[in-house]
């Protein structure tokens, strides 16, 4: 089993729309978890914390499960500027950062 | 305005040749890291380095070497001796090696033929 999965999409969804990624993670001594953007030939930015209590920023709200041991990102009323590719970071005990393959979503107008 | 900087944006280079990547920050970071990504592949660690003058392999060392002798800098020098050298490198930086958000550069993209 890979130590962090993500389903790599492409999720396609109408602008407006609401949509939600998972990321499951191996680890379960993993202690922090991002979720960052990556835009087609550009550097991953952070787009937000994972905190076991969530986390909610304007219309993106991430989660954590740690009994079935994923995070998950939802973007509600999407935009077109919100396609890109979402990356999930995993921190395990030992502080290495081990990072997704990523989740590609396209808003379509 | 803080952040890291990566240069040059392109390179190539013909096979055979050394190639020397540059990264910089003014974040005051501690942590340093050096990532390549292949098409459809995640971030993979090359270095990191938690202090000047210190630095470990990460899951892809082989071909590639590092140094940190000033806190702001991390160059990244390609090797001949990497197998498949064309990617795209990151650099990135953290407070301190612990559960820190990365802050990534620009990136370089390199191509080898």
């Known amino acids: 089993r890979k130590e962090v999965e993500q389903d790599p999409g492409p999720f396609n969804v109408p602008e407006g729309a609401t949509v939600a990624f998972n990321c499951t993670y191996s680890?379960?001594?993993?202690?922090?978890f991002f979720w960052y953007r990556q835009d087609c030939r550009k550097e991953p930015k952070l787009l937000m914390s994972?905190?076991?209590s969530g986390n909610e920023d304007g219309r993106f709200t991430a989660q954590l499960n740690r009994a079935s041991q994923y995070i998950s990102l939802l973007i509600r009323d999407s935009k077109l500027s919100d396609s890109a590719t979402y990356l999930c970071?995993?921190?395990?005990?030992?502080?290495?950062?081990?990072f997704g393959t990523g989740t590609r979503l396209k808003v379509l107008a | 305005d803080g952040g890291i900087t990566q240069s040059p944006k392109y390179l190539f280079r013909k096979e055979g040749q050394n190639v020397t990547l540059s990264c910089e920050q003014n974040?005051?970071?501690?942590?340093m890291y050096w990532y390549r990504q292949d098409p459809g592949q995640g971030l993979r660690l090359i270095y990191y380095?938690?202090?000047?003058?210190?630095?470990q392999k990460g899951d892809i060392a082989e071909g590639y070497s590092v140094s940190r002798e000033k806190k702001e800098s991390f160059p990244l020098t390609v090797t001949s001796a990497q197998k498949n050298p064309t990617a795209f490198y990151l650099c990135?930086?953290?407070?301190?090696?612990?559960?820190?958000?990365?802050?990534f550069g620009p990136g370089t993209r390199l191509t080898v033929t």
């Open positions: 994972v905190y076991s």
């Open positions: 970071v995993v921190i395990p005990g030992t502080y290495k950062y081990i």
């Open positions: 974040l005051n970071h501690d942590a």
């Open positions: 680890n379960s001594a993993s202690q922090s």
């Open positions: 380095s938690q202090i000047v003058n210190d630095f």
């Open positions: 990135a930086s953290s407070l301190g090696q612990g559960p820190y958000e990365q802050y």
